[in-house]
T-cell receptor
Framework: GESVGLHLPTLSVQEGDNSIINCAYSNSASDYFIWYKQESGKGPQFIIDIRSNMDKRQGQRVTVLLNKTVKHLSLQIAATQPGDSAVYFCAETSGYSTLTFGKGTMLLVSP | GAVVSQHPSWVICKSGTSVKIECRSLDFQATTMFWYRQFPKQSLMLMATSNEGSKATYEQGVEKDKFLINHASLTLSTLTVTSAHPEDSSFYIC???????????FGSGTRLTVV
C-alpha cells in the first residue's frame, strides 16, 4: 500500500465559507466511492456516496463530484460550520468488495 | 438505519496478554465484516475481511496468528489481539456490510493501549 505521512493535509476555513476537499484515487476499476467524516476517537461516519455512472451527487449541504478521467473525487461542503471540523476520508471499492481509504484531510473551521 | 456496536471503546492491557474486541450489527445481518487499524493522523488500513461461517482473509503483512478473527454469527465478529505488545497499541475499527444493503457501516472504534 501507499505510505502515509504523519501529518494530515489540513484545510482551514472560516465559518460560513464553502469548503472543498479533494481526493485522488488509484484504481480505475473502482465503481463506488464514499466520503466519510471522522471525529477524534470515533469511527468513520458516512456523508455521501456516488457510483461510477454518475459525476455529481448532492446531499444536504454536501456535494460530491467524480471525475473518472483523472481519477479525482471532491467533497464540497456549503456554509461550513464549526461542527464540520473533523478528518474527511474518501474511500473506493470495486465490485462492492473491500474499501480502500484515502489519506484523509483535516478540516478546521474557525468561528 | 444500520447500526454497528463495537466494544470496548477503550482498553489498557499488559504486554503478553490477549484482548478481545467485539463488533455487533444491531439491526441487520452482516454477511461480511471488516477490521481496520488506524494509527494517529493516519488513514484506516484494512487488516482482514471475514465472512460469516468461514475463515477470515487477511491483508498482506497482517499476522493471522496474532490477530484472531471469528465471525461465528451474522451479527457478531470478534478480533482477538494475542500476546499484545506496545507496538499493537492503536485504534481498531470494525465495519459491517449486509448483502442487501449497498453500504458499509462502521463501529465507533476501540482504543487499545498495551503497557
Amino acid at each position: 500500500g501507499e505510505s502515509v505521512g504523519l501529518h494530515l493535509p489540513t484545510l482551514s476555513v472560516q465559518e460560513g465559507d464553502n469548503s472543498i476537499i479533494n481526493c485522488a484515487y488509484s484504481n480505475s476499476a473502482s465503481d463506488y466511492f464514499i466520503w466519510y467524516k471522522q471525529e477524534s476517537g470515533k469511527g468513520p461516519q458516512f456523508i455521501i456516496d456516488i457510483r461510477s455512472n454518475m459525476d455529481k451527487r448532492q446531499g444536504q449541504r454536501v456535494t460530491v463530484l467524480l471525475n473518472k478521467t483523472v481519477k479525482h473525487l471532491s467533497l464540497q461542503i456549503a456554509a461550513t460550520q464549526p461542527g464540520d471540523s473533523a478528518v474527511y476520508f474518501c474511500a473506493e471499492t470495486s465490485g462492492y468488495s473491500t474499501l480502500t481509504f484515502g489519506k484523509g484531510t483535516m478540516l478546521l473551521v474557525s468561528p | 438505519g444500520a447500526v454497528v456496536s463495537q466494544h470496548p471503546s477503550w482498553v489498557i492491557c499488559k504486554s503478553g496478554t490477549s484482548v478481545k474486541i467485539e463488533c455487533r450489527s444491531l439491526d441487520f445481518q452482516a454477511t461480511t465484516m471488516f477490521w481496520y487499524r488506524q494509527f494517529p493522523k493516519q488513514s484506516l488500513m484494512l487488516m482482514a475481511t471475514s465472512n460469516e461461517g468461514s475463515k477470515a482473509t487477511y491483508e498482506q503483512g497482517v499476522e493471522k496468528d496474532k490477530f484472531l478473527i471469528n465471525h461465528a454469527s451474522l451479527t457478531l465478529s470478534t478480533l482477538t489481539v494475542t500476546s499484545a505488545h506496545p507496538e499493537d497499541s492503536s485504534f481498531y475499527i470494525c465495519s459491517a456490510r449486509a448483502s442487501d444493503i449497498y453500504g458499509y457501516t462502521f463501529g465507533s472504534g476501540t482504543r487499545l493501549t498495551v503497557v
